[in-house]
Each structure stands twice: as structure tokens, then as C-alpha cells.
């Protein structure tokens, strides 16, 4: 039997609502799963790094983690509620200024991110101190052609709400940007595509550095470059790519939905 083309599959979609409450539930849900995910593939150095998403309901309001809890123990009941003026709304939990600064301007300027992630990754940090964007060295790295951008003027934590602005000018429209001497900060429609990229970022800059570390690597043409970003950096590419990674955390450790 002849096997099935990829357009003839019927590939999963982003779950749909019947009411924010709901939305909200799984909102909250897939952001403590993507702290346990975090915390799995080492991004949980010290108290630094968060993960956030946009309320349904409140627009102007993101979830976000509490300052100091270990990633590995996030649960959707742990995560705080905060405001665009940095109040916790809901939550008895101390809240990152950092996480606040940068979080709530990329929020603002960009209505149609959902989430953002950042953490200080080893392979991310470590690409970042390079001040230069990624080269399109494989099929992965492509998600990312044209579709990232780097933030060249660190001058320590961001804290103030100004330097957070041209963070997320910096950003633009794109998907990710590079903070130069920090890490990687991705965003996303979904708490599962933004998580996705975060992942497969970090994974890139490593690759790059074992590349050029032994040699002069080839880049991928432009042409093909541009073609597999829109085979593999779309939103939908995004959220499903990150679906096993979900599926397996939540059945592992299923308290984080609680």
C-alpha cells in the first residue's frame, strides 16, 4: 500500500475554546508543562528565566512564574497573574522585576504574541557573547532565516521598562532575538510553539559552535534557506513540533496540571 503524502495526513490543530475559563485553564496548563520542560533540558540555572502568556480574558494581564520557584516544580496553580503596571493580581508569590520589564513590552508591542520565553541557556548564552545572528547551517536552524534578530547594547539585568522597549524593537515582527552577552528570548502564539523555539534555538547556537569549532561550516542557500523556514518556522510547525515534548512531560509528571 502506497504511503500516505504529507498533504493527504491530517495534521492536528491548536485546541479552540467554548469559554475563557477554559482557555485560561489550558493556558496555565501548557505554561507549567513548559517550565518542566525548561527545567528538563537545563534551563533553570539560579532564579533567572521565565516563560509567560497572555490571559484570554484580559489581554493587558500575563501568567508567569514565581520568582525563585524551581522550574521542575511549577504548577499551573503556582503561577502568578500580573499587570502591565507590574501589580500581581493573582498569586501569593514574589514577582521577577526582570521578568516584568521584559515580558510586559513585548507584550504591548506585540498584540499578536501569546507567550514569550527567555532564559540564560548554556549553547544560547554562550552564541549570544558572538554578537551575531545564526547562518542558515541546517534544516532546523532554518526555522529561524530571516526570522530573528539581535539586541546589541547589554547593560546588565533589565530592569527598567525602557531598555525592555527596545528589546522588543529590536524584536520587531520576527520570532526570536539574540540578546547579545544574555541569551535568547522567542515568542509565539501558543505557550507550546514559543517553548518549541526556545529549544530548537539553543539547539542551534550549539550546533553552530560544534560546526565552526571544527571547521567552516555550509550554510544552506538562500533560496532553500527561505523554503524550509516556510516548511518548518510557521506558528502551526511551531505548536506541533512541540506536541510529543508536551504529551510526554504532562504524562511523566502530571501533577504540573494541577
Not at 95 to 114: C, K, Q, T
Not at 164 to 183: C, F, T, Y
Request: proline share 5%.
Amino acid at each position: 500500500m502506497a504511503q500516505a503524502s504529507a498533504s493527504q495526513m491530517s495534521i492536528p490543530q491548536p485546541p479552540s475554546f467554548a469559554t475563557v475559563e477554559e482557555e485560561r485553564k489550558h493556558r496555565k496548563q501548557r505554561l507549567a508543562a513548559g517550565f518542566r520542560l525548561f527545567a528538563r533540558f537545563g534551563y533553570d540555572e539560579g532564579v533567572a528565566g521565565h516563560i509567560t502568556v497572555r490571559d484570554p480574558g484580559r489581554p493587558d494581564h500575563f501568567w508567569v512564574n514565581p520568582f525563585g520557584m524551581y522550574f521542575g516544580h511549577i504548577r499551573a496553580s503556582d503561577l502568578i497573574l500580573v499587570n502591565h503596571r507590574g501589580d500581581v493580581v493573582e498569586g501569593n508569590h514574589p514577582l521577577n522585576g526582570a521578568a516584568f520589564a521584559i515580558h510586559s513590552r513585548v507584550h504591548a508591542a506585540r498584540p499578536d504574541v501569546m507567550a514569550a520565553a527567555h532564559s540564560h541557556s548554556l549553547y544560547g548564552r554562550t552564541w549570544s557573547s558572538l554578537g551575531r545572528l545564526l547562518d542558515p547551517l541546517s534544516q532546523d536552524a532554518c526555522a529561524f532565516y530571516q526570522d530573528h534578530a539581535l539586541f546589541a547594547d547589554y547593560t546588565g539585568v533589565v530592569y527598567e521598562t525602557s531598555e525592555a522597549e527596545r528589546i522588543a524593537q529590536a524584536l520587531g515582527s520576527k520570532k526570536a532575538v539574540i540578546l547579545r552577552n544574555h541569551g535568547l528570548l522567542t515568542v509565539g502564539e501558543t505557550v507550546d510553539e514559543t517553548v518549541w523555539w526556545f529549544i530548537t534555538m539553543d539547539r542551534s547556537c550549539q550546533a553552530q559552535l560544534l560546526a565552526e569549532a571544527v571547521g567552516k561550516p555550509i550554510p544552506v542557500s538562500p533560496a532553500d534557506a527561505a523554503t524550509a523556514h516556510q516548511q518548518v518556522g510557521s506558528h502551526l510547525a511551531g505548536w506541533f513540533q512541540a506536541q510529543p515534548l508536551f504529551a510526554r512531560v504532562i504524562r511523566e509528571e502530571p501533577d504540573l496540571l494541577e
